[in-house]
């Protein structure tokens, strides 16, 4: 097999990785119960580690947006 085949996938295995949250949190899980390593668990789950890693952040700004955002509606 020549190494340019090699590099496509074959049909039906795709290696796409999907940012699902239920995937986050089965991997933190199985990171934390079983000492699984986040690699293993985020190929195992199908997920990134950049989506293991990610943590929603709420900062002052979005509730001054949000303020403004209801002032204009009652207006």
């Known amino acids: 097999m020549e190494k340019s085949e090699t ?8 290696r796409r990785l999907f940012q699902s949250p239920a995937g ?3 991997a933190v899980k199985a990171v ?3 000492g699984a390593s986040i ?3 985020c190929r195992t789950f199908s ?7 990610y943590e929603r952040k709420l900062s ?3 509730a001054e ?3 403004w955002l209801e002032k204009l509606t009652i207006a």
């Open 7 to 14: 590099a496509i996938p074959a049909q039906g295995t795709s």
């Open 32 to 34: 934390n119960d079983r």
């Open 39 to 41: 690699a293993l668990a």
């Open 24 to 26: 986050q949190w089965m």
């Open 47 to 53: 997920i990134s580690e950049s989506c293991y890693h």
């Open 65 to 67: 947006i949000t303020d």
């Open 60 to 62: 002052d700004e979005n």
